[in-house]
């Protein structure tokens, strides 16, 4: 039935109309299937382009498709994203990138530290290693000087070798 055939609500024949459609439709609105309280609340809903009547429907439905001028693509989009929140995915995104960048931070940290550390220790193992060569080489020359060039002679070896003890003691 046509719209135009229908009527107006507020005529005799689209009354009659619209109180069948109520008992067919269980006194319902057909998209939530909330039952109607009043008659007032309702709205005979029909097709812009062809004028069919779809249906009884309550205010909010109404709206509804009125709203997004009866486009399909409208209200599934509204229904994706009711179930599946694009800006939660987008904030999610967003935290993932910001664990990483603070997973990323705290490798250049513990890197910088190593490279301090290892910087720190192989200065202080130079000047470790220097002073020993130091001492040695006091070491060293104060016992060229005692043996007087003998470390070619067996007589040299020995005496080299007792002063050594001697120092040791």
Do not use: V
Not at 61 to 86: F, M, Q, R, S, V
Not at 95 to 104: A, D, G, H, R
Not at 143 to 149: A, W
Request: hydrophobic share 30%; charged share 35%; with cysteine.
């Amino acid at each position: 039935m046509k719209f135009k055939e229908f009527g107006r609500a507020d005529t005799f024949s689209g009354k009659l109309l619209k109180e069948e459609l109520l008992i067919i439709q269980d006194n319902k609105c057909l998209i939530c299937k909330k039952e109607f309280s009043s008659s007032f609340n309702t709205h005979t809903d029909h097709n812009h382009f062809t004028n069919d009547i779809r249906g009884i429907l309550c205010n909010k439905c109404n709206l509804l498709l009125g709203t997004c001028n009866d486009d399909i693509n409208i209200l599934k989009n509204a229904i994706k994203y009711i179930e599946d929140n694009p800006l939660k995915h987008i904030l999610d995104d967003l935290e993932k990138k910001i664990n990483l960048l603070k997973e990323q931070k705290e490798k250049e940290l513990n890197n910088n530290h190593s490279l301090r550390f290892k910087k720190y220790w192989s200065e202080n193992r130079k000047k470790e290693q220097s002073e020993r060569l130091t001492e040695w080489w006091k070491n060293n020359s104060n016992r060229d000087k005692q043996t007087n060039g003998m470390k070619h002679s067996a007589k040299g070896r020995k005496k080299i070798k007792t002063l050594a003890d001697n120092q040791n003691k």
